[in-house]
């Protein structure tokens, strides 16, 4: 059962994926859990649509990874 199972490298901070971050997009969504365990959620698009488009195809676009398909959204 752990064939599908990706693993991510443990040694990675959320700062460091936040700070390597800078400057590289126009448009983000941050999705995570805070220091107290709530889901948090912030990002720079303003209309629900773009926010769930942008959430769906970073879904689509990790199955794809995970299951080793190429369903090409580009």
Known sequence: MTDNVI?????ITA???LEGSKGLYES?????W??????YMRGNLH???NVM???EL???TY????????YSVH
């Open 7 to 11: 693993d991510f490298p443990s040694d």
């Open 15 to 17: 700062d460091d994926i």
């Open 28 to 32: 983000c969504i941050v999705v995570g």
């Open 34 to 39: 805070d220091q107290e365990g709530s889901l």
């Open 47 to 49: 209309d629900s649509a």
């Open 53 to 55: 488009l942008l959430l």
């Open 58 to 60: 970073a879904k689509f």
């Open 63 to 70: 199955l794809q990874e995970a299951f080793g398909e190429d």
